[in-house]
């Protein structure tokens, strides 16, 4: 199949990619946070296409994009308050909500759970696809299944070239880290995934959280948990992924102590100096977490290359969007986190 490539301004991008939808097809969509790969989310066959070309597992659910707030009651029931106000405060924006799942939504977009998850992402050509195709779209971060998330069309084209009807080209991610995902089935709010609404805005708005432990550990494969999803190695490059912690001048000395030939180092653009003769890459400012969400994703899939063998990796501390960066990073290193100040 021949791939169209759809710039987000293009004068009939939305209609050809809304009519794609309409007629079961795939759409690899902008949004402010990863591209997603999108489907209509009420049509069984073409949800099944997204899990394909993914290769993702079965059991992972998928997130619904609305175009307007008032759309989350056509798909969802018993909405509390609560999420109102976090759709008051946040949407359109880079937060996703779990709620009770109407009977319209299918089981493989639900990944047969009773709720479901909406999103109303903040890209103006990706609304306006939503609204002209009449139906959510589901859409999973456009990567391939355990790969580093989609923040540039060019990255959509790297895994899905010839396989996908079209990518909707709007540029690289703002955010560039998935959305944040909150669970309010339960009696308490629960952060499933840390991303660009941070646990400090939620908290503002809800008064009460409660974090998931997907978020902060590694979760077994086998284990029933409210993340499905989480508990994959996830945004991983080919090679193992180690973090160093520590104060720069310490992560330095050991990073510097033990790096081979073949290895890399995925660094703050501060520390560059500190690494000259260790093939070193800056995602981002370690001054400035904006710069290091919107940086990750494009640096891990650089760092897909199978002549490396292991990269060293700094990871902010902190909250805000720095929370967001660990889990992604803590993630695609399964864990693995030296602490430097320990080791030397
Ligand atoms: P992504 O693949 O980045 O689009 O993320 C989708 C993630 O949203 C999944 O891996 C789950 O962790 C989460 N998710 C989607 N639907 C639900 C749901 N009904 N309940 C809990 N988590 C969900
Ligand atoms: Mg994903």
């Given at each position: 199949m021949n791939t169209l490539l759809l710039p987000a301004h293009g004068q009939n991008t939305a209609e050809v990619a809304a009519q794609i939808i309409r007629n079961g097809g795939l759409v690899a969509i902008p949004t402010e946070t990863v591209y997603g790969l999108g489907?209509?989310?009420?049509n069984p066959e073409a949800v099944a296409k997204i899990f394909i070309a993914k290769g993702r597992p079965q059991d992972n659910p998928l997130i619904l994009h609305v175009a307007d707030p008032s759309q989350i009651e056509q798909l969802c029931h018993h909405i509390p308050d609560s999420a109102y106000a976090l759709a008051k405060a946040f949407w359109p924006g880079p937060l996703t909500m779990v709620l009770p799942a109407r009977a319209c939504v299918p089981a493989c977009t639900t990944a047969g759970l009773p709720t479901v998850a909406v999103r109303c992402p903040d890209n103006a050509v990706t609304r306006q696809i939503i609204a002209l195709a009449g139906v959510p779209i589901a859409a999973?971060?456009?990567?391939?299944?355990?790969k580093p998330s989609t923040t540039t069309a060019e990255h959509v084209l790297h895994d899905h070239d010839g396989k996908i009807d079209a990518v909707v080209d709007g540029g690289p991610c703002r955010v560039g880290v998935e959305s944040t995902i909150v669970d309010l089935t339960e009696e308490r709010p629960r952060l499933l995934r840390p991303g660009g609404i941070t646990p400090e805005q939620l908290l503002a708005v809800l008064g009460d959280l409660v974090i998931d432990k997907a978020v902060t550990a590694q979760i077994d494969k086998d284990a029933v948990v409210k993340a499905p999803g989480m508990k994959y190695r996830h945004y991983a490059p080919e090679c193992q992924v180690i973090i160093v912690s520590g104060s720069r001048e310490q992560a330095a000395k050991y990073i510097r102590s033990h790096f081979a030939p073949g290895d890399r180092v995925l660094c703050f653009a501060e520390e560059l100096a500190l690494y000259t003769d260790c093939a070193p890459l800056a995602y981002g400012l370690e001054a400035d977490a904006s710069t290091l969400s919107a940086g990750l994703f494009a640096a891990l899939r650089q760092l897909d290359d199978p002549s490396i063998s292991r990269v060293f990796a700094r990871c902010p501390v902190g909250g805000g969007i720095a929370y967001a960066v660990q889990n992604r990073l803590k993630k695609a290193a399964a864990f693995q986190i030296v602490d430097a100040e320990a080791e030397v």
């Open positions: 489907a209509d989310g009420l999973p971060s456009a990567n391939l299944s355990g």
